[in-house]
């Protein structure tokens, strides 16, 4: 498919510099609005040529392309979805405003002609509501726009080329011009910068999930290795059948909604008022049990707003914090050097919040109780002594472990019993976090967000921090875990409990799932679906040219490509950053929490944004050989 140009400027003489951004998801879109916002006071004018590439349309790109299923929802509120920095984000560059999803659909509402939807998706937006979670459909409608409305707003020096193609290799001298190979054009795309934006990737199969693919192949059974939910062939999930999941996060919700209403299932509301859901099945459905490490859901959304005074963050992990981790010599331990310091922050929002929204649950003034909680060690004996004197209701009292793994040392005598207990584990998480009663939960979210920004400063810190990061604060809406609770009164879904491991049977040609949760009890099965994304990876990563530079660059510990903290340079090989090379997101160590963000929240990947194309505009002025 050739290029298809958006004019900006007529022909004049001589060749452009130019600036390839591989990736037109959210990522990419943000770049193309720092561009926007940066050219005017970088440029100076001069022209540009910016090329886009990637197979799918700019905007959504892959993930949030408009052509998956309408069943599929975002896992945020409309008024919590925004792809502009604000005042909050900590930048060099200027803030430009715009809506955020919630506001976007308000303007379509009010008869912006600039924004146009096609009939499904703009009876959504009709009827979308601030703190209503949008389904994927409206968001990639909001993500295109977005990226028209950035590259409308390019100085007229600069040339968009939108390429419809896969990158496949990128080469080039260190101090030269770059050369990009897109799939079917015969001769490189020659940039004087590239930025990857690649998003989430496919990756070969583990050794782990070799074995278990070369069993089914063997078996004749169906194995579905990690990948993205809408991409999954579920053909082969049929009905009636016990299909083992392994994985109980959003993944998991995904395909949950595609095996039951995406099969003709549906569910009504009861007559008690109390919201619960009645599921009634079309016959299609497969049976689902489902197991993982802490054989719970992610935690429920929170259904309702701040009020009040905000705790001030950061507080015990804040950028002299960081600065002094990351200066101590040898890799940092995640569970000795940053954990502990992960705790109290989270503990000091909890309790800033108790004290003052909920202060009849205390025994002591907060400014009292702040100054003994800053002078003891994170962890201690005397921060427990503290708290446990201070707050009498041990419900009150923030118990990270207990949040974490739930199911920690319960035993069940049999599945029936298990099924009871997750059933009420889910509604209580429900109960807790649409009751304002408990708005020190609400802190403890505002933290995490405060937390992860910190965190990105220090790189790869291993896989453990975005994990419970992602339980806690990215967890799916209220009404979906309402849908879980009806599945799992009807049989459809059924639990297998915490630690949950699979095994194979030759003999039988069988996938067996045991847990800690039942002991003795053997769940099996002729399916299993690995429900979660690849592990981001450069090593096995499916993508051709990140998989190309794997003998150039730097990959950290956990795989990751290693770029420059401050501005996305990558590394290479020998630690130097790369003066035309940067990466942004999750196969970097550069992480964020996600490409769109909070709005007020100092969103890691809007400073990253600004920040790579700072130093990118900049690179297009220096000589080049």
């Not at 719970?296 to 015990?316: C, I, M, N, S």
């Not at 600065?323 to 010599?329: A, D, N, S, T, V």
């Not at 769109?596 to 990947?605: C, E, K, L, T």
Request: charged fraction near 25%.
């Amino acid at each position: 498919m050739p290029a298809s140009p958006v004019p900006h400027t007529p022909d004049v003489h001589g060749p452009a510099p130019s600036l390839a951004i591989v990736g037109a998801g959210p990522r990419g879109t943000c770049l193309v609005e720092r561009i926007a916002a940066n050219a005017p006071e970088l440029l100076g004018g001069a022209r540009l040529d910016l090329h886009i590439v990637d197979p799918y349309p700019p905007g959504g790109g892959r993930v949030w392309r408009h052509d998956q299923s309408p069943l599929l929802w975002m896992n945020s509120m409309a008024e919590d979805v925004t792809m502009y920095s604000d005042a909050s984000v900590e930048q060099e560059g200027p803030v430009r405003n715009g809506p955020s999803l919630a506001t976007w659909a308000a303007r379509f509402r009010d008869g912006d002609e600039t924004i146009r939807l096609d009939p499904p998706t703009a009876a959504e937006a009709r009827r979308l509501g601030p703190r209503d979670f949008a389904g994927r459909r409206l968001q990639s409608a909001y993500l295109s726009w977005v990226y028209r409305r950035a590259v409308a707003a390019l100085p007229s020096g600069v040339t968009v080329h939108e390429h419809r193609r896969r990158a496949l290799r990128l080469s080039g001298p260190r101090e030269g011009r770059q050369l990009l190979w897109l799939q079917g054009r015969p001769r490189p795309l020659v940039a004087d910068i590239v930025v990857l934006a690649l998003g989430h990737l496919d990756a070969e199969p583990e050794p782990g999930e070799q074995a278990l693919a070369a069993f089914a192949a063997t078996h004749g059974l169906t194995y579905l290795p990690p990948q993205f939910t809408a991409d999954s062939d579920l053909e082969g999930l049929r009905p009636g059948e016990a299909v083992l999941v392994r994985g109980f996060g959003l993944a998991f919700i995904d395909l949950m909604a595609l095996l039951t209403e995406g099969r003709g299932g549906r569910f009504s509301a009861g007559a008690t008022g109390t919201g619960a859901l009645t599921y009634h099945p079309s016959g299609q459905e497969p049976v689902l049990h489902v197991g993982s490490r802490r054989g719970v859901p992610y935690r429920a959304k929170t259904g309702y707003t701040w009020h009040g005074e905000l705790p001030p963050l950061p507080r015990f992990l804040g950028p002299d914090r960081i600065e002094e981790l990351g200066g101590r010599p040898g890799p940092l331990d995640y569970r000795r050097d940053i954990r502990p310091l992960v705790e109290k922050e989270l503990g000091f929002a909890h309790y800033h919040r108790l004290f003052t929204a909920h202060p009849a649950r205390t025994r002591a003034a907060w400014p009292d109780f702040e100054e003994k909680y800053a002078a003891c060690a994170p962890g201690s004996a005397e921060l427990d002594v503290l708290v446990s004197s201070s707050v009498p209701d041990p419900a009150d009292r923030l118990d990270l472990d207990a949040l974490d793994t739930p199911l920690a040392g319960l035993r069940f005598p049999d599945g029936d019993a298990l099924q009871d207990a997750l059933r009420a584990h889910i509604e209580a998480d429900l109960a807790r976090r649409h009751n304002p009663c408990h708005s020190p939960d609400l802190a403890v979210f505002l933290a995490l967000l405060s937390v992860y920004g910190q965190l990105a400063g220090l790189g790869d810190t291993g896989a453990e921090w975005p994990g419970f990061f992602s339980y806690l604060a990215s967890g799916p809406p209220g009404p979906r875990l309402r849908q879980l609770l009806a599945l799992s009164r009807a049989g459809v879904v059924r639990f297998l409990g915490a630690d949950t491991t699979v095994d194979t049977d030759p003999r039988r040609g069988t996938f067996l799932a045991r847990s800690a949760s039942v002991p003795g009890r053997t769940v099996e099965a002729r399916a299993l679906v690995e429900a979660r994304l690849p592990a981001p990876t450069v090593a096995r990563s499916r993508d051709p040219l990140l998989r190309g530079l794997r003998t150039e660059v730097s990959v950290t510990p956990a795989g990751l490509l290693a770029v420059h903290p401050g501005d996305g340079r990558v590394l290479g090989r020998d630690g130097r950053p790369h003066p035309r090379r940067f990466a942004l997101g999750p196969h970097t160590d550069a992480r964020s929490a996600g490409a769109f963000a909070r709005p007020g929240s100092n969103a890691v990947a809007f400073r990253q944004n600004d920040a790579v194309v700072r130093r990118a505009l900049r690179a297009l002025s220096q000589p080049l050989r």
